[in-house]
């Protein structure tokens, strides 16, 4: 499976898509300017204890309370209180983790106002965005990730993933380790790492105990409320988060970002150096290699599956609707069991892949067409259980009722991505009402006398829609043609697909857009 990450730039920020085999499956926006991003470490100021709930609100400095539950304090909670008092009371002086005399781990059915009070400093971290009227969720348990390893500072343990295949890997990876960890520090071992060296290992390692360094300098002259460790930017954290499955490619269309790719790749995995282009395009990225198509045709309510079946997907405040229909995906040779095993089967993908694509989280209910046999609905639940493995999102699939729905539970740290794909007419702004279309090739016409026979402009090219461009580029003496013979210079003509049917752009000298508004 070719698997690609595409970086586009734009003037709100970056769009990132993840594309298997040429289809887009993963679709993010790192936004300019975005005050706060999962895995950010603040020094925050408990705010308010809440008994009934065994939470307390933390002061980060955003509008909504940040919650913090009692499960989420980590069990070495006051070993980490001791350490954030000692460094305040420093003088300036440097406090390391390593020369901290540990205090015994909290009961974990206990009640936290026995461990916290309004007011007191803590170290949290961000583990879930502010979505819709809720605050960020927080961590006091902090976990520092790298490409092979997940520091936990406070902790004392190195764990190993379970989905390593082999036994004797998983202990020569766990000794190593335990020879190399810190005193207060865990580490747990991610997938990735399994065959690999043992110097990359402790390369990464030391690469996450030099960001701990860092939070830990930070802290000596940080007063509530400051963010004193910064996750990495999202494209980085995308390719820190890839090198798991693999990638055969990343492409992108800015040039900073391009070095920023170059200089981690370089530093993780130069061997997929070659890998790393920078394509620019006026058009831009997602354009120049069909994105833009599959966005506007996967985030509508609709989504169309091969040989005319469908989905319809409806969002409410509690939970998300999935109704799957055959539409005129009917196989004469087969009965109506076999078809409807068919469609559900080839459905089963597609919720899979709208549910990375649209990072959809919390209950799902998927309505499949009703089927008879028990072994049919259980090869549905097994065809979606494996492609929900792809999904790299903590989720669980539950068996089909007797009714034919599945129940679906998946983690979500970030606001949904969700994508309004119809369009307001330009033209009519709403109204229902445009000009006569005979007359946009007119006006099209008038703008080129202007811009070419009046204002003398040296070159212009024009973009369009598709159906647009056709008209003026097409037949044995096209109108770009005409132009040519009329004003001795040729005109370009490119075919936008996102560009509404009445829209047309000019560029001129120095491919800079002219307004002829």
Request: overall charge positive; hydrophobic content about 40%; aromatic content about 6%.
């Amino acid at each position: 499976m070719a698997n690609e990450l595409l970086v586009s730039s734009s003037e709100d920020g970056l769009r990132i898509a993840i594309l298997e085999n040429r289809r887009l499956v993963e679709l993010h926006y790192d936004k300019r300017n975005t005050l706060f991003a999962v895995g950010d470490v603040y020094l925050g100021k408990v705010k308010r204890l809440l008994p009934a709930l065994n939470a307390v609100f933390v002061d980060i400095g955003y509008s909504k309370d940040s919650f913090l539950h009692y499960s989420d304090l980590g069990p070495q909670i006051q070993t980490q209180t001791k350490f954030l008092k000692s460094v305040q009371q420093s003088n300036g002086r440097h406090i390391t983790l390593e020369k901290l005399q540990g205090v015994a781990d909290i009961d974990k059915h206990g009640k936290i106002a026995d461990v916290l009070k309004a007011g007191q400093p803590l170290l949290v971290q961000i583990m879930k965005e502010a979505i819709s009227s809720k605050g960020p969720r927080l961590s006091s348990q902090l976990s520092l990730a790298g490409q092979y390893c997940i520091l936990l500072p406070f902790g004392g343990e190195v764990s190993v993933s379970r989905k390593f295949n082999s036994r004797e890997e998983r202990n020569r990876v766990r000794k190593y380790l335990e020879g190399l960890k810190p005193p207060h520090m865990g580490i747990i071992v991610r997938t990735a790492a399994e065959g690999v060296e043992l110097e990359k290992l402790k390369t990464d390692l030391e690469y996450l105990m030099g960001r701990w360094r860092t939070l830990e300098q930070e802290l000596v002259t940080a007063r509530p409320v400051a963010k004193v460790l910064s996750e990495i930017d999202r494209t980085s954290g995308l390719l820190r988060d890839m090198l798991s499955i693999g990638f055969d490619s990343v492409v992108t269309d800015d040039k900073e970002v391009y070095e920023d790719i170059c200089q981690y790749v370089e530093a993780n995995l130069p061997e997929l150096r070659k890998g790393v282009q920078l394509k620019s395009s006026r058009i831009g990225l997602f354009e120049q290699v069909g994105i833009e198509r599959q966005i506007k045709a996967l985030f509508g309510k609709t989504v169309n599956m091969h040989n005319g079946a469908y989905l319809v997907i409806e969002h409410t405040e509690a939970l998300h609707v999935i109704d799957v229909n055959s539409g005129s995906m009917r196989a004469p040779e087969l009965s109506p069991e076999d078809n409807a095993l068919r469609i559900n089967q080839e459905a089963a993908a597609e919720i899979a892949r709208q549910l990375r694509l649209r990072d959809m989280g919390g209950i799902i209910v998927v309505d499949f067409i009703d089927m008879r046999k028990e072994e049919n609905k259980r090869k549905v639940f097994q065809t979606l259980k494996t492609e929900m493995d792809k999904d790299r999102a903590r989720h669980t699939v539950l068996p089909m009722s007797r009714f034919g729905l599945i129940q679906i539970t998946r983690q979500r740290v970030r606001p949904e991505v969700n994508i309004i794909t119809e369009e307001l007419c330009p033209s009519c702004n709403g109204t229902g009402k445009i000009q006569p279309a005979i007359l946009l090739a007119d006006e099209v016409r008038r703008n080129l006398d202007y811009l070419l026979a009046k204002h003398k402009t040296r070159s212009l090219k024009l973009q369009m829609n598709p159906f647009l461009a056709a008209f003026f580029t097409k037949g044995l003496v096209s109108e770009q043609v005409r132009w040519l013979f009329k004003y001795r210079k040729w005109v370009r003509i490119a075919a936008v697909n996102n560009l509404p049917f009445t829209q047309v752009r000019y560029f001129g000298d120095g491919e800079e857009e002219i307004k002829l508004d």
